[in-house]
Protein backbone atom coordinates (compact mmCIF):
# COMPACT_ATOMS: atom_id res chain seq x y z
CA UNK A 1 0.00 0.00 0.00
CA UNK A 2 2.82 2.27 0.62
CA UNK A 3 4.48 1.37 -1.81
CA UNK A 4 1.93 2.36 -4.64
CA UNK A 5 1.38 5.84 -2.59
CA UNK A 6 4.65 6.57 -2.88
CA UNK A 7 4.83 5.82 -6.54
CA UNK A 8 1.71 7.61 -7.16
CA UNK A 9 3.13 10.78 -6.17
CA UNK A 10 6.46 10.04 -7.66
CA UNK A 11 7.61 12.93 -10.32
CA UNK A 12 6.74 11.12 -13.59
CA UNK A 13 9.20 10.24 -15.96
CA UNK A 14 8.74 11.29 -19.23
CA UNK A 15 7.45 8.02 -20.84
CA UNK A 16 4.68 8.54 -18.02
CA UNK A 17 3.73 11.63 -19.09
CA UNK A 18 3.91 10.80 -22.81
CA UNK A 19 1.65 7.78 -21.46
CA UNK A 20 -0.30 10.02 -19.92
CA UNK A 21 -0.54 13.02 -22.98
CA UNK A 22 -1.12 9.91 -25.56
CA UNK A 23 -4.51 8.75 -23.75
CA UNK A 24 -5.95 12.38 -23.32
CA UNK A 25 -5.14 13.74 -26.83
CA UNK A 26 -9.03 12.80 -28.31
CA UNK A 27 -9.94 15.17 -25.78
CA UNK A 28 -6.98 17.75 -25.33
CA UNK A 29 -8.39 20.49 -27.60
CA UNK A 30 -12.02 20.52 -26.34
CA UNK A 31 -10.46 20.93 -22.65
CA UNK A 32 -8.18 24.06 -23.19
CA UNK A 33 -10.78 24.86 -25.77
CA UNK A 34 -13.78 25.17 -23.04
CA UNK A 35 -10.92 26.05 -20.39
CA UNK A 36 -10.14 29.58 -22.28
CA UNK A 37 -6.43 28.60 -22.53
CA UNK A 38 -6.75 29.17 -26.03
CA UNK A 39 -8.51 32.33 -25.78
CA UNK A 40 -5.62 33.55 -22.97
CA UNK A 41 -3.06 32.49 -25.87
CA UNK A 42 -4.38 34.80 -27.68
CA UNK A 43 -4.70 37.81 -25.50
CA UNK A 44 -1.11 37.11 -25.10
CA UNK A 45 0.06 37.48 -28.74
CA UNK A 46 -2.33 39.85 -29.22
CA UNK A 47 -0.80 41.77 -26.84
CA UNK A 48 2.76 41.04 -27.75
CA UNK A 49 2.00 41.88 -31.51
CA UNK A 50 0.76 45.44 -30.23
CA UNK A 51 4.14 46.16 -28.14
CA UNK A 52 6.35 45.00 -31.29
CA UNK A 53 4.09 44.99 -34.90
CA UNK A 54 7.36 43.61 -36.33
CA UNK A 55 7.29 39.81 -34.24
CA UNK A 56 4.46 38.66 -36.72
CA UNK A 57 5.03 40.15 -40.22
CA UNK A 58 6.06 38.19 -43.33
CA UNK A 59 7.20 34.85 -43.47
CA UNK A 60 8.21 33.60 -40.27
CA UNK A 61 9.11 30.70 -38.76
CA UNK A 62 7.17 29.16 -35.82
CA UNK A 63 8.33 26.66 -33.32
CA UNK A 64 5.34 25.25 -31.34
CA UNK A 65 7.58 23.61 -28.38
CA UNK A 66 5.44 20.71 -25.61
CA UNK A 67 2.91 21.98 -28.88
CA UNK A 68 -0.09 19.92 -27.47
CA UNK A 69 -2.69 19.96 -29.61
CA UNK A 70 -1.79 22.95 -30.92
CA UNK A 71 -3.56 25.27 -28.56
CA UNK A 72 -1.12 27.92 -29.13
CA UNK A 73 -0.30 27.91 -32.75
CA UNK A 74 -3.98 28.17 -33.32
CA UNK A 75 -3.82 31.26 -30.82
CA UNK A 76 -1.73 33.05 -33.30
CA UNK A 77 -3.28 32.26 -36.47
CA UNK A 78 -6.60 34.12 -35.08
CA UNK A 79 -4.84 36.94 -34.11
CA UNK A 80 -2.81 36.95 -37.47
CA UNK A 81 -6.99 36.71 -39.18
CA UNK A 82 -7.75 39.49 -36.51
CA UNK A 83 -5.68 41.87 -36.94
CA UNK A 84 -5.64 41.45 -40.52
CA UNK A 85 -1.87 40.93 -40.18
CA UNK A 86 0.58 40.46 -43.35
CA UNK A 87 2.58 37.06 -41.99
CA UNK A 88 2.79 33.75 -43.85
CA UNK A 89 3.76 31.57 -40.60
CA UNK A 90 5.58 28.12 -41.11
CA UNK A 91 4.79 26.04 -38.21
CA UNK A 92 6.87 23.37 -36.73
CA UNK A 93 5.00 21.31 -33.55
CA UNK A 94 7.22 19.15 -31.04
CA UNK A 95 6.22 17.25 -28.64
CA UNK A 96 7.02 14.45 -27.35
CA UNK A 97 3.39 12.70 -27.52
CA UNK A 98 2.53 11.13 -31.07
CA UNK A 99 -0.95 11.17 -30.11
CA UNK A 100 -0.90 14.81 -29.12
CA UNK A 101 0.86 15.33 -32.44
CA UNK A 102 -2.35 13.84 -34.46
CA UNK A 103 -4.32 15.73 -33.05
CA UNK A 104 -2.30 19.16 -33.56
CA UNK A 105 -2.34 18.54 -37.00
CA UNK A 106 -6.17 17.80 -37.65
CA UNK A 107 -6.69 21.17 -35.60
CA UNK A 108 -4.17 23.23 -37.60
CA UNK A 109 -5.99 21.56 -41.00
CA UNK A 110 -8.24 24.73 -40.84
CA UNK A 111 -5.53 27.14 -41.51
CA UNK A 112 -3.77 26.93 -44.92
CA UNK A 113 -0.26 27.21 -43.57
CA UNK A 114 2.53 25.44 -44.00
CA UNK A 115 2.75 22.64 -40.88
CA UNK A 116 5.52 19.87 -39.85
CA UNK A 117 5.34 17.66 -36.91
CA UNK A 118 8.66 16.09 -34.79
CA UNK A 119 7.88 13.73 -31.69
CA UNK A 120 10.91 15.10 -29.46
CA UNK A 121 11.74 17.20 -26.39
CA UNK A 122 12.72 20.90 -25.64
CA UNK A 123 15.67 19.54 -24.26
CA UNK A 124 16.50 17.73 -27.62
CA UNK A 125 16.54 21.37 -29.34
CA UNK A 126 19.85 21.61 -27.90
CA UNK A 127 21.09 19.74 -30.80
CA UNK A 128 19.07 22.00 -33.54
CA UNK A 129 21.08 23.32 -35.78
CA UNK A 130 17.52 25.36 -37.05
CA UNK A 131 16.82 28.70 -35.96
CA UNK A 132 13.10 30.27 -35.48
CA UNK A 133 11.63 33.73 -35.61
CA UNK A 134 8.86 32.92 -33.11
CA UNK A 135 8.92 30.06 -30.25
CA UNK A 136 5.35 29.26 -28.47
CA UNK A 137 6.17 27.21 -25.10
CA UNK A 138 2.62 26.43 -23.38
CA UNK A 139 3.17 25.02 -19.83
CA UNK A 140 6.27 22.90 -20.71
CA UNK A 141 9.32 24.52 -18.72
CA UNK A 142 7.17 23.51 -15.37
CA UNK A 143 7.84 19.39 -16.14
CA UNK A 144 11.25 20.41 -16.97
CA UNK A 145 14.28 18.98 -14.96
CA UNK A 146 16.66 21.95 -15.36
CA UNK A 147 14.35 24.92 -16.36
CA UNK A 148 17.09 27.06 -16.96
CA UNK A 149 18.92 24.74 -18.97
CA UNK A 150 15.80 24.79 -21.27
CA UNK A 151 15.90 28.50 -21.18
CA UNK A 152 19.05 28.89 -22.46
CA UNK A 153 18.28 26.11 -25.43
CA UNK A 154 15.01 28.16 -26.48
CA UNK A 155 17.12 31.05 -26.09
CA UNK A 156 19.92 29.55 -28.86
CA UNK A 157 17.29 28.47 -31.51
CA UNK A 158 15.70 31.94 -31.32
CA UNK A 159 17.05 34.09 -33.87
CA UNK A 160 18.14 37.32 -32.84
CA UNK A 161 15.49 39.40 -33.75
CA UNK A 162 13.05 36.65 -32.81
CA UNK A 163 10.60 36.53 -29.88
CA UNK A 164 10.02 33.85 -27.32
CA UNK A 165 6.41 33.53 -25.88
CA UNK A 166 5.08 31.44 -23.53
CA UNK A 167 2.43 30.55 -20.69
CA UNK A 168 3.53 29.49 -17.47
CA UNK A 169 1.71 28.05 -14.44
CA UNK A 170 1.61 30.25 -11.49
CA UNK A 171 1.49 29.24 -7.84
CA UNK A 172 -2.68 28.78 -6.71
CA UNK A 173 -3.99 26.86 -4.06
CA UNK A 174 -6.29 25.22 -6.94
CA UNK A 175 -3.12 24.01 -8.65
CA UNK A 176 -1.86 22.49 -5.37
CA UNK A 177 -3.28 19.07 -6.04
CA UNK A 178 -1.82 18.67 -9.16
CA UNK A 179 1.29 19.98 -8.37
CA UNK A 180 1.70 17.10 -5.84
CA UNK A 181 0.31 14.48 -7.93
CA UNK A 182 2.16 15.66 -11.43
CA UNK A 183 5.29 17.34 -9.26
CA UNK A 184 5.39 20.27 -11.40
CA UNK A 185 6.81 23.90 -10.54
CA UNK A 186 5.02 26.59 -10.38
CA UNK A 187 6.83 30.24 -10.56
CA UNK A 188 5.87 33.94 -9.42
CA UNK A 189 6.50 36.48 -11.78
CA UNK A 190 9.82 38.00 -10.67
CA UNK A 191 11.22 34.73 -10.13
CA UNK A 192 10.23 33.40 -13.68
CA UNK A 193 11.88 36.76 -15.24
CA UNK A 194 15.58 35.99 -13.52
CA UNK A 195 15.31 32.83 -15.33
CA UNK A 196 14.82 34.93 -18.39
CA UNK A 197 17.69 37.01 -17.81
CA UNK A 198 19.83 33.91 -16.59
CA UNK A 199 19.31 32.44 -20.07
CA UNK A 200 20.58 35.73 -21.82
CA UNK A 201 16.87 37.35 -22.71
CA UNK A 202 17.50 41.14 -22.44
CA UNK A 203 14.06 42.26 -23.42
CA UNK A 204 11.39 41.00 -20.93
CA UNK A 205 7.17 41.06 -20.29
CA UNK A 206 4.73 39.51 -18.16
CA UNK A 207 0.68 39.55 -18.92
CA UNK A 208 -1.67 38.38 -16.95
CA UNK A 209 -4.64 36.30 -18.13
CA UNK A 210 -7.86 37.64 -16.84
CA UNK A 211 -10.71 34.95 -17.57
CA UNK A 212 -11.56 31.17 -16.55
CA UNK A 213 -8.85 28.72 -15.37
CA UNK A 214 -5.67 30.08 -16.80
CA UNK A 215 -6.57 33.49 -14.71
CA UNK A 216 -5.90 31.42 -11.37
CA UNK A 217 -3.01 28.75 -13.28
CA UNK A 218 -0.99 30.75 -15.43
CA UNK A 219 0.65 33.60 -16.37
CA UNK A 220 2.05 35.09 -19.85
CA UNK A 221 5.76 35.72 -20.96
CA UNK A 222 7.68 37.18 -23.47
CA UNK A 223 11.56 37.37 -24.22
CA UNK A 224 13.55 39.38 -27.13
CA UNK A 225 17.53 38.19 -27.20
CA UNK A 226 17.68 41.93 -28.41
CA UNK A 227 16.88 44.82 -26.50
CA UNK A 228 13.64 46.47 -27.38
CA UNK A 229 11.74 49.67 -26.70
Keep these: MFYSVARFFRRPDLSHLVEHYDNAAWRWHGFVQDK ?15 LFPGTVQGRIS ?10 FSLALCRVIESKCLDAKPEFVL ?30 DLKA ?4 YDLILC ?27 VMSVSKPHWCTWMLQVIWRYRCYRVEEFHALLRGAHFK ?21 SRKKRR
Excluded: W
Design 36 to 50: HYVQAYERLLGHVVD
Design 128 to 131: CAQT
Design 203 to 223: TIGSLGFVKGPPKFTSYGYFA
Design 94 to 123: LDPSAGMLDQALLCMDQYDYPVKSCQSTAE
Design 138 to 164: GHVIEHCKDPAEVLTILSGVLNPDGML
Design 62 to 71: VLDVGAGSAG
